[in-house]
């Protein structure tokens, strides 16, 4: 089925460790997001990439880092990992802001 | 800047009864506006979008919104509730740098 694939699904990981969160669209749209959703937070925004090649940061780009090396796929890692950043995330994609947006069905990551 | 504000962080409604989760937005531009439903550890499933055409958008599941542009509101409506509704619901606005904001949502709860 088309749409947006994240994996894995759920991770562990000790305090200090590192990891890479994979989102892949096959409907061949230009726009990718991270979002992380915390309660009472509603969904933050990471970092987001407008094309191939190409990564901006959001409001929480801090111990975040992307790549967009190819279209299909957007991946967010995280270099040395914090309790902070225990959350669930999700990514979506779009072809562009007016038409809404497809999501994944998230990681959730907790860091221990 | 653009933001978006959700009036209500809980709503109760009894089951048959109007539903109302309302969402101010600002924006120095005309944006395009979406509602968003996450059910209980789900992904978020597009609701409707106004993307400046008609005023008065209709959604998925009964739901529609109407946009106010001299109340800066989006507001969400249903005519009868029904049990399966109870969600957490957000309110979207885009930026004109191609972000993509979310409220921090509204979790509607429904009384037997």
């Known amino acids: 089925n088309a749409g947006v694939t994240q994996t894995p699904k759920f991770r562990v990981l000790k305090t200090g460790q590192s990891m890479t969160l994979l989102c892949a669209q096959d409907m061949n749209h230009e726009y990718m997001y991270w979002y992380r959703q915390d309660p009472g937070m509603g969904l933050r925004l990471i970092h987001y990439s407008v094309g191939e090649g190409t990564t901006a940061k959001g409001e929480v780009p801090d111990g975040y880092n992307v790549s967009r090396l190819k279209k299909q796929n957007f991946l967010l890692g995280l270099e040395s990992a914090a309790p902070s950043q225990t959350s669930v995330y999700f990514c979506?994609?779009?072809?562009?802001?007016?038409?809404?947006?497809?999501f994944g069905s998230g990681t959730r990551l907790t860091v221990v | 800047a653009q933001s978006v504000t959700q009036l209500d962080s809980h709503v109760s409604v009894s089951e048959g009864t109007p539903v109302l989760l309302r969402c101010n937005y600002s924006s120095s531009y005309s944006p395009s506006l979406f509602w968003y439903v996450q059910h209980p550890n789900k992904g978020l499933q597009l609701l409707l979008k106004y993307t400046s055409a008609a005023t008065l958008v209709k959604g998925i599941n009964g739901f529609e919104a109407e946009f106010k542009k001299s109340e800066t509101s989006f507001h969400l409506t249903k005519p009868s509730a029904h049990m399966s509704d109870a969600a957490e619901y957000f309110c979207?606005?885009?930026?004109?740098?191609?972000?993509?904001?979310f409220g921090k949502g509204t979790r509607l709860h429904i009384l037997p």
């Open positions: 979207v606005v885009t930026s004109r740098d191609d972000k993509i904001i």
């Open positions: 979506a994609s779009t072809p562009g802001t007016a038409y809404g947006y497809t």
